[in-house]
C-alpha cells in the first residue's frame, strides 16, 4: 500500500477532503435553482398533506405520483417544512448526502486497503464531475449512491464474521430500491460475490446466508411496494404505469423497459447519414457509451486506468481478493449494464460508478506503486493522461488549456517514475490524473442551473451541435433540458390570475406532460392539476374524473399544452384530452387576461404551444 501519512496529517485530513466536498456541492445553490422541476413540483405538492407526502403526488390535487417511490423525496419534503420552499432548502439535503457517501466511502475503502488508499478514493470521488453536478440537483441518484456505498460498508463489517452486517447490507439496498427502484439492485451480484468468497464459513452456512439476506432485501424493497398497491383509502395514481399499480411501474417503465426499451419512448433527434431519427438521451447503446461525446466528460477520466487495474488484479491475484470482487464487480457489472441498456437513459446515471471508479483506482495505484512503479504505472497514468487529452479536445472552449497541462504533468510525472520512483513521484503522478476532473468539478460548482438533465462540462443546450464522434456518425440536434429556475412568464401568471378570478377549485388544468406543468406548480400558490400524462402516458386523471370535476363547477379553465389545437399530439393521452377539450371547451380571447394576438396570429402561444380554454 502506498505508505501512511504522518498521523497528525491523516485526521485532519478526511475533514479536509468532506468540506471540500462540502463546498463544491453547496456552491451558489442558492442563486434561484430547484433543480430538476419534475421533482421540486412533487415536494412542494408532497408538502400539502400526509397522503401526498406518503406516496409523492406531483400535484397538490393528488391526482398523479412521481415515476418512482418518494424516498429520495422525502428528505427534501422535511426540509422544506423546517426551512421553507426555497431551492437551497430543496437541495440542501443532497448536499449533506453527498458528502455523507464521501465519508462513507472512505471508512469502507479503509476496512479493505488502509488509510492513504481510502484519502485517495474519497478524494477521487468527490471531484468526480457528474457526482458534483448531481449532488447540487435534486434528483435521486445521489440517495441512491449513498445506499449503495452504506451497503458496501456494510458488506465490508459481514466479512470479519458479522452476520448480521449481510442483513444491513440487503437492508440499505432495499432503501436503494425505493429510491430508484431496479437500479439498486445491479450490484447485488457484486456484493452476493465478495461475501461468498471473502468469507471463511463452510460454504452451506454461506448459502443459507446469502438466502436470508434475500429475503431482506425483498421485504426492504417492497414494502411501499405493497403499501401503495394495498392502501385502501384514495391515493394518487401511480405516475408511469399502465394500470395504476406500482408493480407495473417496477418491472415496467422503471424496470426491464429501461433496459429492452420496449415500450419507453424519450430521447434526442439526431442526424445518421443524413436521416434523421431518434437516439437515447445518452448516445447509442454500445461498448463505447461510457466513452461517447455526452458520456465521457462525466464518468470516463479514469476508466482506463481502472480497467488496467482491473486485468492486473486478473493477472495477478493479489490479497484482499474480497474487496476487488466487491469494487471490480460493482464497477463492471455497472458499466455493462449502463453501455447496452436500451430503453431511457441519462449520462447523469453513471455517478452509480463513481464509487467503484473511486475504490478500484486508489487500491489499484497502491497495487502499481507497490509491484509495478517503473513498467505498468508509467503506462497507466500514459493512457489516462491520453484520454484525458482526448476529452478536453472534443471542446476546446471549455477549460482547453487543462489538455497541455496534463500532458506536460503527465510527461514530468512518468520520467520521474521511471528515473527515480519514490513518493513525490507518485504523488506528481496524480496530478495527469485529477486536474481535468477536478477543473470539470469547480465548473460545475459554479453552475446555478444543473436542471432537469444535469451534465458537467460544456453547456449543450437546444439545438446544440457538437461534432459527429466519426464519418458518418451521428450529430446530436437536441439536448439539455429545463434551467432549473421553473418561472412563468408575466402572460402565464395573468392567465393565473384570471382563471383565479372567476371562482375555481381548481385553478388551472394544463394539458401538457409533466415536466410542462411543474414550473406552474412550483412559481404558483394556485391549485394547478396536470392533465396531459407524463410522456403520452395513461398517468393523468381519467375523462370521468374530468367529467365529474366539470359538473361539479370545479374545473373552468384549461391551458394547453403541446398537442392540442394548435400543435401535434405528442400521444395518446394527449390526444384523448385534445378531444375533450374540443368537445367541452372554447377558447377565451387573449384580451381577457392581456395576452397577444394580432392579424391571422389565432389564438394566443405561450411556450411554443399554449392556448387558455374556458370550460363549458
Not at 470482487?325 to 449520462?347: D, E, K, N, R, Y
Not at 365529474?548 to 373552468?556: D, M, P
Not at 411554443?608 to 363549458?616: F, P, S, V, W
Request: aromatic share 10%.
Amino acid at each position: 500500500m502506498i505508505t501512511a501519512a504522518p498521523p497528525k496529517t491523516r485526521s485532519w485530513a478526511l475533514p479536509l477532503v468532506c468540506l471540500g466536498a462540502a463546498v463544491l456541492y453547496a456552491w451558489k445553490i442558492g442563486d434561484g435553482q430547484v433543480g430538476n422541476t419534475y421533482y421540486a413540483a412533487a415536494v412542494k405538492s408532497m408538502t400539502s398533506g400526509f397522503t401526498n407526502f406518503l406516496f409523492g403526488s406531483f400535484d397538490p390535487y393528488g391526482v398523479v405520483t412521481v415515476d418512482k417511490p418518494p424516498l429520495a423525496l422525502w428528505p427534501q419534503a422535511l426540509s422544506v417544512l423546517v426551512f421553507g420552499y426555497h431551492g437551497w432548502a430543496l437541495l440542501l439535503p443532497q448536499v449533506l448526502e453527498g458528502v455523507a457517501t464521501v465519508f462513507l466511502l472512505h471508512r469502507t475503502v479503509r476496512r479493505w486497503a488502509g488509510e492513504n488508499v481510502a484519502l485517495l478514493a474519497a478524494v477521487i470521488l468527490a471531484l468526480t464531475p457528474v457526482t458534483v453536478i448531481i449532488n447540487r440537483d435534486n434528483n435521486p441518484d445521489t440517495l441512491l449512491v449513498l445506499f449503495l456505498v452504506a451497503a458496501a460498508y456494510a458488506l465490508t463489517r459481514a466479512l470479519d464474521g458479522g452476520r448480521k452486517w449481510l442483513f444491513w447490507c440487503a437492508f440499505f439496498v432495499g432503501c436503494g430500491f425505493l429510491t430508484k427502484m431496479l437500479q439498486a439492485w445491479i450490484v447485488v451480484p457484486a456484493l452476493a460475490l465478495a461475501y461468498f468468497a471473502g468469507t471463511a464459513a463452510p460454504v452451506r452456512r454461506r448459502l443459507l446466508d446469502l438466502l436470508a439476506a434475500g429475503a431482506v432485501l425483498a421485504v426492504s424493497s417492497f414494502w411501499w411496494i405493497a403499501l401503495y398497491d394495498w392502501w385502501p383509502g384514495a391515493k394518487p395514481y401511480m405516475g408511469g404505469s399502465k394500470d395504476g399499480s406500482a408493480w407495473d411501474l417496477v418491472f415496467g417503465y422503471n424496470g426491464f423497459g429501461r433496459i429492452s426499451g420496449q415500450g419507453e419512448t424519450g430521447g434526442m433527434m439526431i442526424m445518421r447519414n443524413g436521416q434523421p431519427e431518434m437516439s437515447s438521451f445518452g448516445g447509442d447503446p454500445g461498448p463505447g457509451r461510457m466513452f461517447n461525446d455526452l458520456v465521457g466528460g462525466q464518468i470516463s477520466w479514469l476508466l482506463p486506468l481502472a480497467f488496467v487495474v482491473l486485468a492486473v488484479v486478473a493477472i495477478r491475484r493479489p490479497g484482499h481478493h474480497a474487496g476487488w470482487l466487491l469494487w471490480g464487480g460493482w464497477l463492471l457489472v455497472t458499466t455493462v449494464v449502463f453501455s447496452f441498456a436500451g430503453g431511457i437513459w441519462h449520462p447523469y446515471y453513471t455517478t452509480a460508478m463513481a464509487p467503484a471508479v473511486a475504490a478500484v483506482c486508489a487500491a489499484g495505484l497502491a497495487l502499481l506503486w507497490r509491484d509495478h512503479r517503473r513498467t505498468v504505472l508509467p503506462a497507466a497514468i500514459a493512457v489516462s493522461a491520453a484520454w484525458a487529452f482526448v476529452l478536453t479536445s472534443r471542446d476546446t472552449s471549455f477549460h482547453g488549456w487543462t489538455r497541455w497541462a496534463v500532458l506536460a504533468t503527465a510527461v514530468a510525472a512518468i520520467a520521474w517514475l521511471v528515473v527515480a520512483p519514490g513518493r513525490r513521484a507518485l504523488a506528481a503522478g496524480l496530478v495527469p490524473l485529477l486536474l481535468t476532473p477536478a477543473v470539470w468539478s469547480y465548473a460545475a460548482a459554479q453552475s446555478t442551473s444543473a436542471g432537469t438533465l444535469p451534465a458537467a462540462g460544456p453547456a449543450k443546450g437546444p439545438g446544440a451541435m457538437p461534432p459527429p464522434p466519426g464519418p458518418g456518425g451521428p450529430r446530436l440536434m437536441l439536448a439539455g433540458g429545463s434551467d432549473g429556475t421553473a418561472k412563468l412568464s408575466d402572460e402565464q401568471r395573468r392567465i393565473l390570475g384570471y382563471a383565479r378570478a372567476h371562482g375555481t377549485e381548481i385553478t388551472l388544468a394544463v394539458n401538457a406532460d409533466a415536466s410542462t406543468v411543474a414550473p406552474f406548480l412550483i412559481d404558483s400558490d394556485e391549485l394547478v392539476i396536470g392533465m396531459g400524462g407524463f410522456g403520452g402516458r395513461d398517468d393523468a386523471p381519467s375523462l370521468a374524473q374530468l367529467d365529474r370535476w366539470l359538473a361539479e363547477g370545479k374545473l373552468k379553465f384549461v391551458l394547453s399544452g403541446a398537442g392540442l389545437p394548435g400543435g401535434p399530439p405528442r400521444g395518446p393521452v394527449q390526444e384523448e384530452r385534445r378531444r375533450w377539450i374540443e368537445r367541452h371547451c372554447t377558447v377565451v380571447d387573449p384580451a381577457a387576461y392581456g395576452g397577444r394576438s394580432g392579424p391571422g396570429s389565432g389564438p394566443v402561444r405561450l411556450g411554443g404551444a399554449n392556448t387558455l380554454y374556458q370550460c363549458r
